[in-house]
């Protein structure tokens, strides 16, 4: 499909992708296998997404791609008007685990952020501002006693904690969490879920949050993303045993959240069960689901869909999805 020029609509630390295709080679048959396929997407500075999605659908290589840590995708991927480069210091990741150096103490860790950050001349000349710099954001994930002590020294909920501030240090406009409280237990879960909350209000970077339980999505998140894989369409094509051909995954799902921090009590309320049930039990989760590109569920504002040359000749968008295009080629 020809690439669309889009003048004007960015603004500093928004993400823009369009049309992204990612493919690897299957390590049986060595054929590309495709992992995203066509996927849209347009976030503002601040947003809190929220990315779930079926085991393998392709949520860390999207974060990947926008990390700027993968570059072997096709299609467009632009942060701040320009096509993603490498990693640097205007974005940062909080893995799973293993966020940390063992062998460095708290504070080091924090500090480590800054030197990616800063040349060696100006560190030198700067050691005490870089150390205070550490130190409040080690205060502000109340770490700050806990300075000289060494990661094996803090229990998983503190680690984690160091991770984020390590991170968070160098004021990145946007952050990348893969997953970030998956190893901690409930309790601490959700501790930690209030203050990545207080702290995004704090510093309002854009997150991409990747988590596999869907009221975490729903508690953080301003906007839910869900991700598929399972979805056929009207190409008719089939793979070889004759079944309508799996495709790669798409946004299937993008919904606008309520976008403010909420006592963790919310999650017992009505309606916060029902949106949770809602998704887990629609399309998107289910291995054998069928899902048809015109019955998405792309209601936020900024959601769009562009449509192949193929799927538009085959009926395949409804009205909504082209003019969502349509809107995007004006720069609307
Ligand atoms: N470098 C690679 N080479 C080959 N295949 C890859 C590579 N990276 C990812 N894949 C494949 O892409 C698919 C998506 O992987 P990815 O790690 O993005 O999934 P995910 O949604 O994050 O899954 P999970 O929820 O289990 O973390 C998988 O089938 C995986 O095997
Ligand atoms: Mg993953």
């Given at each position: 499909m020809e690439t669309i020029a889009l003048p004007g609509i960015h603004t500093p630390n928004q993400l823009y992708i369009e049309n992204l295709y990612r493919r690897?080679?299957?390590?049986?048959?060595?054929?590309?296998?495709?992992?995203?396929?066509?996927?849209?997407?347009?976030?503002?500075?601040?947003?809190?997404?929220?990315?779930i999605g079926p085991s393998g659908c392709g949520k860390s290589t999207l974060l990947r791609i926008c990390l700027g840590a993968d570059l072997g995708y096709e299609g467009n991927v632009i942060i701040n008007g320009k096509p993603v480069q490498f990693p640097d210091s205007t974005r940062g990741l909080v893995p799973q685990k293993y966020g940390v150096y063992p062998h460095l103490t708290v504070l080091k860790n924090v500090l480590i952020g800054l030197e990616l950050k800063?040349?060696?001349?100006?560190?030198?000349?700067?050691?005490?501002?870089?150390?205070?710099?550490?130190?409040?954001y080690l205060n502000d994930v109340q770490l700050a006693e806990h300075a000289d002590k060494y990661p094996y020294q803090l229990s998983g909920g503190q680690?984690?904690?160091?991770?984020?501030?390590?991170?968070?240090?160098?004021?990145?406009?946007?952050?990348?969490?893969?997953?970030?409280?998956?190893?901690?237990?409930?309790?601490?879960?959700?501790?930690?879920?209030?203050?990545?909350l207080q702290l995004w209000e704090k510093h309002k970077m854009t997150v991409f949050f990747v988590t596999?339980?869907?009221?975490?999505?729903?508690?953080?998140?301003?906007?839910?993303?869900?991700?598929?894989?399972?979805?056929?369409?009207?190409?008719?094509?089939?793979?070889?045993?004759?079944?309508?051909?799996?495709?790669?995954?798409?946004?299937?799902?993008?919904?606008p959240l309520t976008g403010t921090a909420l006592?963790?009590?919310?999650?017992?309320?009505?309606?916060?069960?029902?949106?949770?049930?809602?998704?887990?039990?629609?399309?998107?989760?289910?291995?054998?689901?069928?899902?048809?590109?015109?019955?998405?569920?792309?209601?936020?504002?900024?959601?769009?869909?562009?449509?192949?040359?193929?799927?538009?000749?085959?009926?395949?968008?409804?009205?909504?999805?082209?003019k969502m295009e349509e809107q995007m080629i004006r720069g609307g």
């Amino acid at each position: 499909m020809e690439t669309i020029a889009l003048p004007g609509i960015h603004t500093p630390n928004q993400l823009y992708i369009e049309n992204l295709y990612r493919r690897f080679p299957d390590p049986k048959t060595g054929l590309p296998q495709t992992v995203l396929e066509n996927v849209d997407l347009r976030v503002n500075p601040g947003e809190f997404v929220s990315i779930i999605g079926p085991s393998g659908c392709g949520k860390s290589t999207l974060l990947r791609i926008c990390l700027g840590a993968d570059l072997g995708y096709e299609g467009n991927v632009i942060i701040n008007g320009k096509p993603v480069q490498f990693p640097d210091s205007t974005r940062g990741l909080v893995p799973q685990k293993y966020g940390v150096y063992p062998h460095l103490t708290v504070l080091k860790n924090v500090l480590i952020g800054l030197e990616l950050k800063y040349p060696i001349w100006y560190r030198m000349t700067h050691k005490k501002e870089l150390r205070a710099q550490a130190m409040e954001y080690l205060n502000d994930v109340q770490l700050a006693e806990h300075a000289d002590k060494y990661p094996y020294q803090l229990s998983g909920g503190q680690q984690q904690r160091v991770s984020i501030a390590q991170t968070l240090v160098t004021g990145p406009g946007m952050v990348f969490m893969d997953e970030p409280f998956g190893a901690l237990d409930q309790s601490t879960r959700e501790r930690v879920q209030v203050f990545m909350l207080q702290l995004w209000e704090k510093h309002k970077m854009t997150v991409f949050f990747v988590t596999h339980d869907i009221g975490e999505a729903v508690y953080l998140g301003t906007r839910l993303i869900l991700l598929s894989q399972y979805y056929v369409d009207d190409r008719g094509d089939v793979d070889e045993k004759g079944n309508p051909l799996r495709r790669g995954a798409k946004i299937i799902t993008d919904i606008p959240l309520t976008g403010t921090a909420l006592p963790t009590k919310v999650k017992g309320e009505k309606s916060f069960i029902e949106i949770v049930r809602s998704i887990a039990e629609g399309p998107g989760f289910k291995p054998d689901h069928r899902e048809h590109v015109r019955d998405f569920n792309l209601a936020h504002s900024n959601s769009f869909q562009t449509l192949t040359a193929l799927e538009d000749k085959t009926g395949n968008g409804n009205g909504r999805l082209k003019k969502m295009e349509e809107q995007m080629i004006r720069g609307g």
